[in-house]
């Protein structure tokens, strides 16, 4: 067995105060980012997510979100163990979850994302500035969401993009107007999962729901709920589930543009090519509309 495996089984024993030895390793399919690997050890089976060691940050940020929502007791995420560099690559360890090849209970998944939202926090931001994929998200506290949503999520994505010598027609116009898609009740905190596509969420074999790879922070609930919407794989039911306890607001589908065009600049920012085309066109309509 490769040493850099055994190494980090006597980190995991350290964190979790029992003798782990290594069984057995095999590499996994799917992850975006990271490579991914199933730990086969004495203490059980853990999931294991591997990199070079400046991914340091952005798995310790990781685990401290999923101990954040895991700690909510609403929607399951995996139990993260440890984040730690090692043989100079980094690792993140978490709980292995089982995920069945058939569906889940969508309904469920729905009522639990809003269960999460529900629960009453004091300001916007988040213990720790983090990463939205690869790219670093700010996340200072914060009372005032539009500023937020303004300063720490359009206009720091326009920067970086800016750096790269991307430029957008009418984002200024856009920023200094934001004001206005938010004129209904004021934007409350809740405790965001903040990457919420189809590939971030699945189901044990027993159909439980289970969210992975957050981007958390306090921020607007609708936030979530829109990216739900941007690349699909989530059905009705999941929408019925979460509106049963959060009701949808009137002006949700005017800030739905609004709060995915910070993901669709990530993706200018990471991937160049359409997705410039398809921010500025969006920047176009909300900053006409
Ligand atoms: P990345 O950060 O590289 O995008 P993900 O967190 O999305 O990686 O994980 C990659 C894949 O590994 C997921 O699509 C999922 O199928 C699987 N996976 C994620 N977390 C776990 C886990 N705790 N246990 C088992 N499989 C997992």
Known sequence: MDTVWTELCRRIGERLGESVAPRGTSRLAGGCIHNAARLETSAGTFFVKRNTAHCLEQFEAEAESLDIIADTATIRVPRPVLAAE?????????????????????????????????LPQTDFGWTRDNFIGPTPQPNPPADDWPAFFREHRLRWMFGLLAKQGVRFRHGDALLDRLDRFFDDE??????LHGDLWGGNAGYTADGTPVVFDPAAYRGHDEADLAMTELFGGFPSAFYEGYHAV??????????????????????????????????????????RG
């Open 246 to 287: 959060r009701p949808k607001r009137p002006g949700y589908r005017r800030r739905r543009e609004l709060y995915n065009l910070y993901h669709i600049l990530n993706h200018a920012l990471l991937f160049g090519g359409g997705y410039a085309g398809q921010a500025q066109s969006t920047i176009d309509r909300l900053a």
């Open 186 to 191: 004021p934007p409350q905190p809740s405790i």
């Open 86 to 118: 090692t043989g100079g690559e980094a690792f993140l360890v978490l709980e292995f979850i089982e995920f069945g090849s058939g569906g889940g209970d969508a309904r469920r998944m729905g009522r639990e994302l809003a269960e999460l939202h529900a």
